[in-house]
């Protein structure tokens, strides 16, 4: 594995009791310290408890509320034939026992629903924020040959409250209306701005007022102006060239912003994960290229935010968020991956959406020692 970091140097850690340890990666400077202690998890085999009446298609995405509600999003295009008269509505939502609640979502007047469901994220006010990233050339049998670059706003009830950007009529990175196949949101806690993640088609971090949706600001890879090439198919890098990788992002996947105001932008294709100030000034990046790295992110709960959450193929690496320092990672029996996005509740459970093996709820299990190579 190649793993190229620069990097910080204070340090935090989240005081919880040992229960077992889970495999690590650590750099040559780490292996010199004790161990660390880092969270642990089990699978929860219960979770969720999907309705008889209803099958889902491809899970793409779980956000979690302020009650610890799942919000699951789904792609019920993706059904098999014999099973499209059961398909559940696009967002289904779980209790925090699994149990289901209500379902809404789809096409309907008055907003551009996107043709493939991508990411959903509840932000602090309540609000469900929704993205596609349907390319009008893919030939996908059931989809219009549109292009999802609308981002969507909703209540938790399903009510639309806003809409960004309209579909197929995207111009591109430097286009400040509309979104281009958006991957994902957040909004940082005491904030009024919607950061997206822009993404399968742009190359961008854009902001915008989370109220009116005006137009903030935006930037591409390194904090520079946002460039790239929009392709349908996804390029995937086979020769990773030394040193900080290529100059723009290929395909901006998952965003967080932390409550010190930092962002975190998963640059999935370049298999590595960047930061930046509020403002779009670039700050820190973490590469690691010997594998599939940086698909989704995922913050741990406490105040501090330690531990960051790297979605890393197989499984979820650990990362100490504020020194980007790998410190190992969750990857228990019978895991179904590391997520095509993943998300944390406040007890600090992961919930994993993986769009060809649905999706599933690790059980926090207390902290233990990493054991360092």
Known sequence: MRLDIRRRTQRHYWPFAAIFSVCALATPAAAQQQPRQIP??????????????????????????AQDNAYVLHRPR??????????????VVFDKAGQFIKAWGGDGAGYDWP???????????????????QCPTSGTPGLKPVADD????????????????????????????????????WTPRGSNEIFVADGYGNHRVIVFDADTGAFKR??????????????????????????DGLPDFNIAHSIRVSNDGTVYLADRENRRLQTFTSDGKFVNQLRVTGGPFAASLAFSPDDAQQFLY??????????????????????????IGGGHHIQTDSKGNLYIAQTDKGMQRLLFNGMSAAAVR
């Open 40 to 65: 642990t998890f089990i699978v929860d085999a219960s979770w969720p408890h999907v309705p008889d009446k209803y099958k889902l298609g491809d899970i793409s995405s779980i956000a979690i509320d």
């Open 78 to 91: 993706t059904l098999k034939p014999e099973d499209a008269a059961k398909a559940a509505p696009p967002v």
């Open 115 to 133: 043709q493939r469901e991508h990411g959903i994220y509840i932000d602090p006010k309540g609000f469900a924020w929704i993205g596609g990233n």
């Open 150 to 185: 609308a981002l969507l706003k909703f209540t938790t009830d399903g009510k639309l409250a806003l809409q960004i950007g309209k579909s197929n009529a995207s111009k591109g990175d430097g286009d400040t209306a509309n979104l281009h196949r958006a991957a994902d949101a």
């Open 218 to 243: 935006s930037w591409g890879a390194f904090g520079k102006p946002a460039g790239g090439v929009d392709h349908c198919e996804i390029t995937r890098v086979k020769d990773f060239p030394p040193g």
């Open 310 to 335: 790297v979605g890393s193929g197989k499984a979820i690496t650990i990362v100490e968020r504020k020194t980007l320092e790998v410190l190992g990672k969750v990857e228990v029996d019978k895991q």
